[in-house]
């Protein structure tokens, strides 16, 4: 049941000259699956802008609530600020804040990213992470792609590569293990699946390899680095702490920033 991304996007491009309000109709959706606030502006942004332009109706759903102690423990000044001086809130944080409030700020990071990429419909708070439960976790992915497939028959599902996400230079570590699941989620589905790699954008730029690498236009990779942006907005009183920055800021997204291209594999790729 694997439709050819030339060939989807033929579709929709054909799609898009119809009248007003059946393009989408005419052709099914893209969705998109983001493991966290983030995954989404690293790794997808420029395809899905792709199939925005190419007419198709895009859904970008976040796996987990992205509860996250580290971040936590940095807004409440127990741990180091990791951006010292580049931090956009001075690198001294002592906010008093719980976790929720971390889940809120980055899903409001989430949600301005979407909007920057023109998402159609956006889908949050699922259930929080793969760490407690490994086998459950892949279970309500796995039943999450299904059930946006049959609300959505004959869409094309995007998911990260998580058998590949391990930081370059640290080759014993085990891939992300909520990356990870999602991958894993996928095994054996007969469905259009295509796979994003994440963590490429730590690797040396000649390392950086897939099945498919996407280049992405000069509007497509304006539009990712205004989303990666709403990663490091400072805004505390309406909530934004500039989380996504903290968290993965100088290791992911300046170098995403950097790399007008994107990394999609096939179902069968598996290899690091």
Same mark, same amino acid.
């Given at each position: ?19 007003? /309000?059946?393009?989408?109709?005419? =052709? ?20 899905? *802008? ?33 951006? /010292?001086? %580049?931090?956009?809130?001075? #690198? $001294?944080? $002592? ?8 889940? !809120? ?23 929080? $992470?793969?760490? #407690?439960?490994?086998? #459950? ?13 049959? *609300?959505?028959? /004959? ?6 590569? /998580?058998?590949?996400?391990?930081? &370059?230079?640290?080759?014993? %570590? ?21 796979? &994003? ?11 950086? =390899?897939?099945? &498919?690498?996407?280049?992405?236009? %000069? ?20 909530? !934004? &702490? ?6 993965? #800021? ?20 598996? $290899?690091?």
């Amino acid at each position: 049941m694997e439709l050819s991304r030339r060939k989807a996007l033929a579709l929709g491009a054909a799609a898009a000259l119809l009248p007003t /309000g059946t393009a989408q109709a005419a =052709t099914p959706p893209a969705i998109f699956y983001s493991p966290h606030q983030d995954d989404e502006s690293l790794a997808m942004a420029g395809s899905i *802008r792709e199939h925005v332009e190419a007419g198709r109706k895009v859904v970008l759903v976040l796996l987990t609530r992205g509860e996250n102690g580290g971040l936590l423990d940095i807004m409440n000044g127990t741990a180091d600020c990791p951006l /010292g001086t %580049d931090c956009p809130g001075g #690198g $001294s944080h $002592s906010f008093g804040l719980v976790q929720d409030d971390i889940v !809120r700020g980055r899903t409001a990071e989430f949600t301005a990213a979407a909007r920057r990429l023109g998402v159609d419909e956006i889908v949050r708070n699922r259930p929080d $992470s793969a760490w #407690g439960d490994y086998a #459950g976790f892949v279970q309500e992915v796995r039943d999450t792609i299904l059930e946006f497939e049959a *609300r959505y028959p /004959g869409a094309s599902h995007k998911l990260v590569n /998580g058998y590949r996400d391990v930081i &370059y230079g640290y080759p014993e %570590d085990e891939p992300n293990l909520t990356h990870k699941a999602c991958r894993e989620a996928a095994e054996g589905l007969d469905l259009d699946l295509r796979f &994003y790699w994440v963590y490429g954008y730590t690797w040396p730029l000649e390392k950086r =390899t897939a099945d &498919y690498v996407l280049p992405l236009s %000069d509007k497509q990779f304006a539009r990712k680095r205004q989303a990666l942006a709403e990663y490091s907005r400072w805004d505390p009183k309406r909530g !934004r &702490y500039a989380l996504g920055y903290h968290s993965v #800021g100088t290791l992911m997204i300046d170098p995403a920033a950097a790399d007008p291209r994107e990394y999609i594999d096939l179902p069968h790729s598996i $290899s690091r």
